[in-house]
């Protein structure tokens, strides 16, 4: 469907910015008027990440007038696979300040602003009110639920999206108009269904083929122009090449935007929504966690141990910890691993941070090895405090 332009437009345009532009200016639906309505607009790109780095670089290219960069992070070597905006030289500096200085770089006639600091249910709705347009870029359900239920009761459009591996997906949320996030996902996946692209990986060109799609959609809503991806859902596959799109419905009964919505105001918690594990999961690992200095000691004792890697064999060629047997997460989700865990020994288990050991923990608990326990951290924490001459992913 054809929407109304997001904005109004600015009083003019500089000599500077007509030169800028010019390839816009002469495109018949984007005009004048339409480069003086991205001029006009404030859009705030949530992360700096995977998907914010295009974004932020051509939102900022395009001439968006005001941008705004929210993240908390520091940028790592293992961002600079896909996370373009950030260079060698940034290693170590807040996200939100190194995309900042390549978009200033890009484009110094518009505005940043940085946000250097984590969204959070004290924030988010200040923070959103001084734009007009959300670019949503993060990596985990619980910022983009609440991302969603603050937009949707702000009345403010926010452009979704979302990678994993090859696979690409966009969608523009806007209650006003049609669905909302919650409308095509009510519930978020059951703890650790759902890989995040830090255990599953991402091809780092994907962020660009995505991030692009989302400012493309920005640049249409803030324009007036073509027809936005409301009420529908657009699916990549890099491997397959293919584009399609699925039709999204609002939903009369959707709890935040439906005909009678019975959430007026922001979760009170987002983290306990989305469940960083399942409830099974939290107890069994409630007194069985142990430290890497613990397994450590345990190791230097010579305590007879079975320690189990939970990881995907292509994790394990990474990095290993020394003694460690590999038996991925889904052989005790269908009970395979368990006629290879040893009754003789106490059982150990580790993956990559301490969420899918946890997952697992609680099959071996439930299987009868009361005493197992799992390592939290994993070998992250292992690389970080035991031995950091090992990589880090």
Sequence with gaps: MSLPPLVEPAAELTRDEVNRYSRHLIIPDVGMAGQKRLKNAKVLCVGAGGLGSPALMYL?????????????????????????????????????????????????????????????????MDIFAQYDLILDGTDNFATRYMVNDAAVLLGKPYVWGSIYRFDGQAAVFWAEHGPCYRCLYPEPPPPGMVPSCAEGGVLGVLCASIGSIQVNEAIKLIAGIGEPLVGRLMIYDALEMTYRSVKVRKDPECTLCGKNPTQTELLEDYEAFCGAVSDEAAEAAKDSTISVHELKAMQDRGDDIF?????????????????????????????????????????????????????????????????AVHVGGGIVAWVNQIDPSLPSY
Excluded: W
Aim: with cysteine; hydrophobic share 45%; net charge negative.
């Design 60 to 124: 900022a290219a395009a001439g968006v007038g005001t941008l705004g960069i929210i993240d908390f992070d520091v940028v790592d070597e293992s961002n600079l696979q896909r996370q373009v905006i950030h260079r060698q030289s940034s290693l170590g500096q807040p996200k939100a300040e190194s995309a900042a200085a390549t978009v200033r770089e890009i484009n110094p006639l518009i505005d940043v602003v940085v946000h250097n600091t984590a969204l959070d249910r004290d924030n988010i």
């Design 307 to 371: 320690l189990v890697d939970v990881r995907e064999p292509n994790e394990f060629e990474i990095a290993s910890i020394p003694g460690a047997t590999l038996i991925p997460k889904g052989e005790f989700l269908n009970g395979n691993a368990l006629e290879r865990l040893p009754q003789d020994k106490k059982i150990v288990l580790h993956c990559k941070s301490g969420v899918r050991s946890a997952e697992a923990l609680a099959v071996v608990k439930n299987a009868g090895f009361a005493d």
